[in-house]
């Protein structure tokens, strides 16, 4: 039996990524634990894994609300990070911002609490979100293996690469490193300091299927396909029947919307845009949502509490934001996506490869205008490439190692260490 300790950021969002290969492990017989800020603990045991509140809460959803424009900074986009896309100032400056007001605001408060439960509970794995740098400190603390499990294409390992790459040109005196002066101030105390490796872990487990990953991780990749888990689950009646003409998905997510304090898109004007349309629209809205709603179209129907992966195995398409787990439960569905998002983290990257292999449309939010948004609707259910696109990415996604088989793997990482 292995002690298997999963270490998330305080986001909901993100801990439904871990959910299944956390209960893969369970049911495998390993003792799984799942580590985050304590206002994500209701949140862990209500998908029936065990919690482990540690540190205190912070407050970046109060500045995430206060500078809702910062998801289109230019130093908030990851998904330029080659070189030839970002010169050596400005991966600086994204590492000098991202650093204080990101990573160490998500990590520095369960630092300490989670480096005294491994020390003490001695895991055998530490599996983190690729910006829980916490859980790579408790990870070189027990001497466990480590890995990665992303919910993003690897742009924080690829643009860690160019900037090592980079600073090689850059005069020895100009020469910083915002992300491993940060990581070796909060391992010193433990007697080491940050290295490549903290960073990227020993493996790096990735659930996009290979014709959508642009980016070579920094460590071992081990697949695993996606298995959607979107929180409390029910299959309504009305969704037991075959919808009678085509059903399209409007979703702006849940974690994005309450961390940022509103949608970047309008709600009522993409429902009237296809309120004349031969669709039936669902629209699946947080209760803020709703309450800022006018009089609903006679074709869309708004719901609050629908789970994506009982929805749309019944839709022709889905509108949203782009978020990961939306994204990739419409992907494992064959559902054709238009994706209205911000440049934040992998999102410009993530739409565009969507946009590539043409199973749907990629627009920065500002040019989502209602117009755009039916005409783009009316492209995707006329036009059967769309979904015959989405249908090969399911397949591949489909054939793909599922949770319970990645255990094995993680079983002989461990092994033989």
């Known amino acids: 039996m292995m002690r298997v300790l999963f270490v998330s950021l305080s986001e909901k969002s993100h801990l439904y990524c871990m959910t299944p290969l956390a209960w893969a492990l369970t049911v495998a017989g390993h003792e799984v634990r799942v580590a985050s800020s304590p206002r994500l603990t ?70 300490d609490d989670l480096a005294a439960f491994a020390q003490s509970w001695r895991p055998d794995l530490v599996v983190r979100d690729p910006l829980a740098y916490s859980g790579a400190i408790a990870a070189r603390i027990s001497g466990a293996a480590h890995a990665r499990l992303m919910w993003c294409e690897d742009v924080w390992g690829r643009t860690r690469r160019t900037f090592l790459e980079l600073m090689e ?33 020993e493996a790096t487990i990735v659930s996009l299927p290979g014709s959508l990953q642009r980016l070579p991780g920094q460590s071992r990749e081990l697949a695993m396909r996606h298995i959607p888990y979107n929180g409390d689950a029910v299959v309504w009646d009305w969704l037991r029947e075959s919808p009678k003409r085509p059903r399209v998905c409007l979703s702006l997510g849940s974690s994005n919307t309450e961390d940022y304090g509103g949608d970047y898109v309008s709600v009522p004007d993409i429902l009237e845009a296809l309120a004349d349309e031969d669709l039936e629209v669902v629209a699946a809205l947080l209760p ?20 994506l992966h009982t929805l749309l195995p019944t839709c022709s398409a ?100």
């Open 42 to 111: 209701e949140a862990i045991t209500r998908t029936g894994l065990t919690a482990l509140p540690v540190g205190r809460d912070h407050d970046i959803y109060r500045d995430m609300t206060a500078y809702r424009d910062s998801q289109d900074y230019k130093t908030a986009n990851w998904s330029r990070c080659e070189p030839g896309q970002v010169d050596w100032s400005e991966l600086r400056e994204r590492y000098e911002l991202s650093v204080p007001y990101a990573f160490a605001v998500y990590n520095d408060s369960m630092i």
């Open 169 to 201: 040109s850059v005069p020895e005196a100009e020469r910083v490193d915002p992300l491993a002066d940060w990581l070796t101030s909060r391992s010193e105390p433990f007697g080491f300091s940050c290295d490549e490796e903290m960073l990227h872990g």
């Open 288 to 307: 803020a949502q709703r309450e800022r709603l006018g009089e609903v179209p006679a074709n869309a129907r708004v719901v609050d509490s629908v789970a």
């Open 318 to 417: 889905i509108i949203h934001h782009g978020g990961y787990g939306t994204y990739a439960t419409a992907l494992v569905n064959g559902v054709p996506q238009l994706i209205l998002s911000t440049s934040v983290s992998d999102h410009e990257m993530r739409g565009e490869s969507l946009r590539d292999s043409g199973a749907g449309v990629y627009l920065h939010h500002r040019e989502a205008g209602a117009e755009e948004v039916l005409g783009q609707v009316r492209r995707m259910i006329a036009e059967p490439g769309f979904t015959d696109c989405a249908e090969r990415l399911r397949a591949e996604s489909a054939a793909m190692p599922s949770p319970h088989e990645l255990v094995p793997v993680l079983e002989r990482m461990v092994a033989n260490r």
